[in-house]
């Protein structure tokens, strides 16, 4: 049987540049703490962030159990509950989530994926870890200062966030606000280096139309991020100036109390539309890396190629374009024309077209594999169940009648979790079972990984379904406690206590997600060069864990794209990137199967036989 392979050519183009010698540190200090090697610097962000992600975890689970159990915990009271729950929701969303995504797995899989020694710019790439960790410790100095972190929700909005009454509305905030604007200066700095080194540092015949999904998703969050973080930003620094120097960019004129506070013009409406500008981005600055991770690790585990790849490419960059163009569907609560409100509901429908099309091609993708149920198989479909289903109540909050009544109600603290915190998390965890392996050289334990995947997923629904229906009933958010009320049932009380059993459930297993970490370094089984394999260029390294320089004195050589599984003829059931093709039976290396334009070829065009032919020639 003849191999039929999608992107196969025996030619790989001169490379574009020339290798950059890399610094090779002698010391400890010089490897593990001011690394310039993307992998530790990588796995530097993910430590950071799963660090300060459990202190989110922590204030989760002392806020749901005010909510299921009002009353009974002293050290609870309306200034610190409204303090976590923006503590929880600012580091879950950035100091989390953007972090993993792009500093952590954007930072150990890129240069691995395409091919290269390492990052473009080693140097910034270290000092973009460190600034991160500057604001990390900003961050968590809100807790010890006088009166501790900001109460004003995680989206900050003013008046409200810096006006005497406002639990932190002096060091608080500030601290906040600095925080911000220093994660966004080191993210520029790791940004830049991710967008370069995808467009210039890729290995020969690694074409953008041969990367990985993954290496797609996390470079089209990257641009977002450089374009939406902007607005956050001037907004952060406009509001610390408004709050220790009494400018009014975001204050209006106002009096508390019988006195004029001294703020006059500013515009609070101005810094939602700025917030929500970076806000809605910031969506798929999240969702875009977690899409490719998923298309990946369905492909490799359904051992079938992923289907419809340049779909998914378009798919992604058609969802970055329009991703900033729903921001106001956040504020229609805000006053706005209903013109405007028309408008970005439309926009909000059309931009689900894009994403449904990735769903479309997963199952397509399932359809007649060869499906493995592996740990992170599951944690990619449980994203796919998920995803799915806060899709499906985004449209309700997409549409402004049926938004405004239930926007202050805990159906969309549902939707959000399930869109925002849920699906990316099982991202998160499937994709660290996935290449843990390669960060590591040992597997992690199958059945406490099962055990942690189905208690996590079957717990978070527990939690977010019924939340849905608290919000049809009325249920607010951000509210400390009910109280009585005629309009909501005392039934509701009794659902709150239930789901604050569930969350404190999950919140419980990620000690088992944690202890299977450390157990699995030391004593996991050795998990060899390619336990899962897969096509794609970082698991043809020559050693596992990868040094410095990951692929030893000869870069790879890609011939074809990453997803040639289950290929009729071939010998295995996939074929790596960089295998060159099978000569055919007494003749020359396979033709080119597709024709490459003087475009790709520079000054050289193709002979007879499909092969590269020399200049003159």
Known sequence: MTTVTHDESPYAPPAEVGEVELYHPKTFIGKYIWSQDAKVIAVQYAITAIGVGLVALVLSGIMRLQLGFPHEFSFINPSNYLQFVTMHGMIMVIYLLTALFLGGFGNYLIPLMVG???????????????VYLF?????????????????????????????????????????????????????????LNYVVTVLQARTRGMTMMRLPLTVWGIFMAT?????????????????????????????PALVSRGEHLGYNGGSPILFQHLFWFFGHPEVYIVALPAFGIVSDLISVNARKNIFGYRMMVWAILAIGGLSFMVWA?????????????FFFAT???????????????????????????????????GFVFTFINGGLTGLFLGNVPVDIPLSGTMFVVAHFHMVMAVSPILVVFGAIYHWYPKVTGRMLNDTLGKFHFWVTFIGTYAIYYPMHYLGFLGVPRRYYAMGNSVVIPDSAQSLNAGITIAALIVGAVQAVFLYNLIWSYFRGKPAGGNPWRATTLEWQTPETPPKHGNFGPELPVVYRWAYDYSVPGAAEDFIPQNQPPAKTPGGPEKTLEKTLDAAELGPQKLDASGMPKPVGG
Request: hydrophobic share 55%; proline share 7%; no cysteine.
């Open 116 to 130: 290269a020694r390492d990052m473009v710019f080693p140097y910034v790439n270290m000092v973009s870890y460190w």
């Open 135 to 191: 604001a990390v410790l900003l961050l968590m100095a809100r807790f010890f200062v006088p009166s501790g972190p900001t109460g004003a929700g995680w989206t900050l909005y003013p008046p409200q966030a810096i006006l005497p009454g406002t639990p932190g509305a002096n060091w608080g905030i500030v601290l906040m606000l600095i925080s911000l604007a220093f994660f966004i200066i080191g993210f520029t700095m790791g940004g």
């Open 223 to 251: 641009i977002l991020a450089l374009l939406a973080f902007p607005a956050l930003f001037v907004s952060a620094i406009m509001m610390t100036l408004d709050q220790t120097l009494g400018t009014s960019f975001f204050m």
């Open 329 to 341: 569907h956040h504020m229609y609560v805000s006053g706005m024309n209903p013109y405007f409100g």
């Open 347 to 381: 926009t909000t429908l059309i931009i689900a077209v894009p994403t449904a099309l990735k769903v479309y091609n997963w199952v397509l993708t399932l359809w007649k594999g060869d499906i493995h149920l592996t740990v992170p198989m599951l944690f990619a479909i």
